[in-house]
């Protein structure tokens, strides 16, 4: 168990159920090596002519020895990264359900259109003259983002989410230092359905977390945040939707108590994708939200990244934005680079954001437009709560008396005379081919499974997955254990062991066995 | 929509399903004078074909790098990528996954990863690497809280050498987070004492090699005298196909090595995304950011990788993390790790033997010029020009005759003092025909 009372390795290591072949491979799914045990130290798969003769100017900083990485020549090279993939579950294999991380599909033409050497082939630091298209292609994401969200100013360099994150909490800080209240407010409110990168982020920059419960409906009432809310508070960092998949119903109220008390309204964005063309933020009274682009504009996850994370800011944040940021001038777009005279609080980053995550999530805007952003939201919430609808018989849904939005939340309720944990049920889903749900997140629900099937799936693909759900749930009801205790047993892995993982770190390849 | 799958019927029977008459039902808890009625200002959905004329317009109005002799380099490298590369990370397996939860169906990423890690321990001469950053300032920032840590203390010396944006970062980092920070003047030639500026109340020391500059920089005596109080030292580096060919952070007793690993797999886009290097001592890893991947057994003991550590991460910690970061640059990471597998040992060798014989013949055309300097004594393939004339100008004019010929060091550090200074680089990308051009078009820009 790890400190979130999560099963971390099976209670019953049943062996494998296939027949064991020499070489481990089973068919199409092949064992691995690692580079370093089948690579030399002087293959390369690079061809490249040595330099003609000379004078070396390292002086007596050059290198003595070899570097330990062993090269591949490209087929080996193609062959082993090829091999490596398939044992990886995608969204172009199929629904990948994860709650709050928003996969949809990625289209191809976004990959396209970031690799046109215009864009993917241009310098940061080239003379502005000559990165015209690059930056007009963050002025006009900066402009579809502030359609949207009808906020004051974005800031667009934060590298990811909990970046923008970390950008919108410290244009709040130097917002109220300006006010020359940094020394007494130090409280940063958080409610405990929150991400954990919000208190992650609140602390980082030195505020005290004060958590806000949530009420038994799911959401956060204002009357909950006007009780923690004191002159010692700077912010508060809300998500909406929030974890639970709900929009907060008492948001206005609660961003006119945030700001009667003179603290500062940020909104985590992370599910923005439900309300895109629906509501604004801005006109919710929020004060500074990031918008993950690889979420709500579907630019590839990549197997942990990279993000994008913009923040769109109020007026009353928009001064202290950081740099750099561009700005119309005539014909011509300038960038601003160093802090000119303004309150900005300096910098996120070396250079100006992830302009090739820009291109394809301005791609994806260009694509859907206004009609299409607008159907996507209403899809993505139809298809949650058509699978909330088709499971809430069967499965326990905490706050199932009402819609949801872009996610369809459940608990573990419903398993609790089988002696199986939502882990249980999740592996389960693996060998039905299926990624599981988000799961044990948000903390307040015991054993949440968080399911967003995102607007990219078909009818047909929404009504198997739900069926699968369905007879995986009665047979779990109805007593058949090992199905599940022993799940996955036709992944390329069945469960590891997570807690010999994190006892004995084994971080690197070594020649020798760690001791 | 090409995009979205639904149709009316289907969605006519989705609501039936779902018990409500019209979709406005699932929006019902926005408030009524809050919802948008209608649609957003904006143009209505295009075809690809639409969408792909109107980017390549746009794109169309920046410079390519590879049209030009190009020179320029401070933080970002234009590389040769094999097509392998960019074949591979295209892969839908690997672009559109995510984090690997369940590492049952998740082991491709989490071998790359191991893989990965691995690669950048031993390129930085460290023990234990995480699975990359947002990009190398970052890496440096979170580096700093890392050692404020480590060291219970909270002042930073910054080195005049560290790349003007990264040192930014960290004073905005250090400001917000309440510590202190000692920023050194900028150091052109790699001349400043650092030992002088640590004391008992230092928590690290961040030194970058090659430095912004161009500047190789011996760590050793650095780290000595940093150890001696107490304070640690955090290597920097901008360019790693430089490791490939000077002695690596580890080796000069190094206790964090941070960079940016941009050079390595990854186009220049403009400046993001790239991944951020962050290596370390095995000792330190619990105070680690970022994502690890480790290696344990299946239920059926074969070998397999997971993430591993997290209780150091916020989604486990929460205010009480080691960082608060969540995604990292996990497909520029795959890119990285896929070139250096091309590479090998040897071939990064010959690669950072290629670009600094081509700086060494670059370094050497261009100090021929009459009025023109070449600052450093010894350098990777990256080195500072003094010329006779404000080099912001002088790097407009040689754009106009088609040659992009470096970073004006005033376009970074306004007001240093180092207007006739120009940072250039050259990687394996520049001919002899791209240096004859730079050389002849700085002499006329100076005739």
Request: negative net charge; hydrophobic residues 45%.
């Amino acid at each position: 168990m790890n400190v979130q009372g999560r099963p971390t390795r099976p209670e019953t290591a049943a062996p494998s159920h296939r027949r064991a072949t020499f070489t481990g491979n089973r068919g199409l799914d092949i064992e691995e090596a690692l580079i370093f045990e089948t690579g030399r130290l002087d293959a390369t798969g690079v061809d490249l002519d040595p330099p003609e003769p000379y004078a070396s100017r390292l002086g007596p900083h050059a290198r003595a020895g070899a570097i330990e990485l062993p090269g591949l020549t490209e087929p080996e090279a193609i062959r082993h990264y090829v091999r490596l993939s398939r044992n990886n579950y995608s969204i172009d294999a199929g629904i990948y359900p994860l709650g709050s991380c928003t996969m949809k599909h990625n289209s191809r033409l976004n990959e396209k259109m970031a690799r046109l050497p215009g864009f993917a082939d241009v310098h940061p630091l080239q003379p502005v003259s000559t990165a015209q298209g690059a930056l007009a292609v963050i002025e006009a994401l900066s402009r579809a983002l502030l359609t949207m969200t009808g906020m004051e100013a974005v800031a667009m360099s934060p590298k990811a989410g909990a970046h923008g994150e970390l950008c919108g909490m410290m244009a709040i800080k130097a917002a109220v230092e300006a006010r020359g209240e940094g020394a007494t407010r130090r409280v940063v409110l958080v409610p405990d359905s929150a991400h954990g990168t919000n208190p992650a982020t609140a602390a980082l920059i030195g505020y005290s977390v004060r958590p806000v419960p949530a009420g038994a409906d799911g959401t956060v009432s204002a009357e909950a945040v006007r009780a923690a809310l004191a002159s010692d508070v700077a912010a508060i960092m809300l998500t909406n939707p929030n974890t639970c998949g709900l929009f907060e119903r008492e948001i206005v109220g609660i961003a006119e108590a945030v700001r009667a008390a003179g603290a500062y309204f940020y909104c985590d964005g992370a599910n923005f994708n439900a309300v895109v063309g629906k509501t604004r933020p801005g006109d919710l009274g929020v004060d500074a939200m990031h918008i993950n682009l690889h979420k709500t504009f579907s630019t590839p996850h990549g197997g942990g990244g990279p993000g994008a994370g913009p923040v769109a800011l109020s007026s009353r944040l928009a001064p202290y934005a950081p740099v750099p940021y561009v700005k119309r001038e005539g014909a011509a777009l300038r960038l601003v680079e160093h802090i000119e005279g303004g309150e900005s609080f300096g910098r996120m980053c070396a250079f100006h954001g992830q302009t090739g995550m820009f291109v394809r999530a301005l791609a994806f805007i260009l694509s859907h437009g206004a009609d299409g952003l607008r159907q996507a939201s209403e899809d993505a919430v139809l298809s949650a709560n058509y699978i909330l609808a088709s499971l809430s018989d069967l499965m326990s849904a905490p706050f199932g008396e009402r819609p949801c939005m872009h996610e369809a939340l459940f608990d573990d309720r419903w398993l609790k005379d089988t002696g199986l944990t939502t882990l249980d049920f999740a592996k389960a889903m693996i060998d039905e081919g299926y990624h599981p749900m988000t799961v044990y997140f948000p903390l307040i629900v015991h054993g949440a499974m968080l399911i967003e099937p995102t607007e990219s799936e078909s009818k047909a693909s929404l009504d198997l997955f739900i069926m699968t759900l369905r007879d995986l749930a009665l047979a779990a009801t109805a007593g058949e254990r090992e199905r599940f205790q022993a799940a996955p047993t036709l992944a390329p892995r069945q469960r590891l062991d997570e807690t010999r993982a994190a006892r004995r770190p084994v971080l690197r390849w070594t020649k020798l066995e760690p001791v | 929509m090409r995009y979205l799958p639904l149709d009316a019927s289907d969605r006519e029977a989705m609501l039936a399903r779902i018990g409500v008459p019209d979709i406005s039902a699932l929006f019902a808890d926005i408030p009524a004078d809050k919802r948008i009625e209608g649609l957003l200002d904006m143009p209505l959905a295009k075809s690809e074909m639409a969408v792909e004329r109107e980017m390549a317009a746009i794109a169309g109005r920046s410079l390519a790098a590879g049209s030009v002799p190009f020179f320029l380099g401070a933080g970002a490298y234009r590389r040769h990528i094999p097509a392998t590369v960019d074949h591979l990370i295209q892969r839908s397996e690997f672009l559109t996954s995510y984090t690997p939860y369940q590492p049952e169906i998740a082991q491709g990423t989490l071998q790359v990863l191991f893989e990965f890690q691995t690669q950048v321990a031993a390129l930085t001469g460290m023990e234990v690497a995480n699975a990359s950053m947002y990009d190398g300032s970052t890496a440096c920032g979170e580096a700093m809280l890392m050692a404020h840590r480590l060291t219970r203390r909270g002042r930073a010396v910054i080195s005049g050498g560290l790349h003007p944006q990264y040192a930014d970062v960290c004073a905005t980092l250090a400001r917000m987070a309440g510590d202190a920070i000692v920023r050194l003047p900028p150091d052109l030639t790699a001349s400043e004492d650092i030992a002088a500026a640590i004391d008992g109340a230092t928590s690290c020391v961040i030194v970058q090699s090659p430095d912004f500059f161009g500047n190789p920089r011996d760590l050793a005596p650095i780290a000595a005298a940093a150890h001696a109080h107490g304070a640690l030292v955090i290597a920097v580096f901008t360019d790693p196909v430089a490791l490939g060919a000077l002695r690596s952070p580890g080796e000069m007793d190094a206790d964090i090595a941070v960079g940016e690993g941009q050079g390595i797999g990854n186009a220049l886009s403009f400046g993001g995304p790239y991944l951020g290097l962050f290596a370390t001592r095995a000792r330190n890893v619990r105070q680690m950011p970022g994502r690890l991947a480790g290696e344990t057994v299946d239920a059926a003991g074969r070998r397999s990788f997971v993430l591993t550590l997290s209780t150091r991460e916020q989604h486990i910690r929460r205010d009480k993390a080691t960082s608060n970061i969540c995604t990292n640059s996990g497909l520029c990471a795959l890119a990285f790790s896929i070139h250096l597998t091309l590479l090998g040992a040897a071939g990064l060798r010959r690669l950072a033997n290629v670009n600094h014989a081509n700086a060494v013949r670059l370094a050497e055309r261009l100090a021929a010029i009459p009025g023109v300097e070449v600052v450093n004594s010894h350098f990777f393939n990256e080195f500072t020009l003094r010329t006779p004339r404000p080099a912001a100008a002088l790097i407009e004019a040689l754009a106009e005759r088609g040659v992009i010929g470096g970073l004006p060091v005033s376009r970074l550090l306004p007001g240093a003092g180092l207007d006739d200074c120009i940072v250039v680089a050259s990687t394996e990308t520049n001919s002899e025909d791209d240096r004859a051009a730079f050389a002849r078009a700085l002499a006329d820009c100076l005739g």
